[in-house]
């Protein structure tokens, strides 16, 4: 089983940064997926960024791209989300999701490809 652990969560003025933490136990595969969505009430599940190992770059949502980074910390087995000019539409709840495989670039978007949630942070940013 994994066990996806978030935090870095808060409340920023429009145009401030956060970072966004995921710590991973429990995976099975050197080879594997990793993946932040964010969440609305009211509206669909929306991707925002998403990496995989052993080998691929970083994919981000339009939305986001420019501003968003992902990475890992592979000492600490955890990856993160920095998020810099932060813009009222980003807030959200924001979750890490996680796949044992490495999923192939068209699934990265796609949710329901991943077989593991965190519970969420809370990203408020206001105007």
């Known amino acids: 089983q994994v066990q996806l652990v978030e935090s870095g969560g808060g409340l920023v003025q429009a145009g401030a940064s956060l970072r966004l933490s995921c710590a991973v136990s429990?995976?099975?595969?050197?080879?594997?997926?990793m993946a932040w969505f964010r969440q609305i009430p009211g509206k669909e599940r929306e991707f925002v960024a998403a990496?995989?190992?052993?080998?691929?770059?970083?994919v981000f949502a339009d939305s986001v791209k420019g501003r968003f980074t992902i990475s890992r910390d592979n000492a600490k087995d955890t990856a993160y989300l920095q998020m810099n000019s932060l813009k009222p539409e980003d807030a959200a709840v924001y979750h890490c999701?996680?796949?044992?495989?490495?999923?192939?670039?068209?699934?990265?978007?796609?949710?329901?490809?991943?077989?593991?949630w965190g519970q969420g942070t809370q990203v408020t940013v206001s105007s």
């Open positions: 999701a996680f796949d044992n495989s490495r999923l192939i670039l068209s699934r990265l978007r796609d949710g329901e490809a991943y077989g593991y």
């Open positions: 429990g995976r099975t595969s050197s080879s594997y997926s």
């Open positions: 990496i995989r190992w052993p080998s691929g770059g970083p």
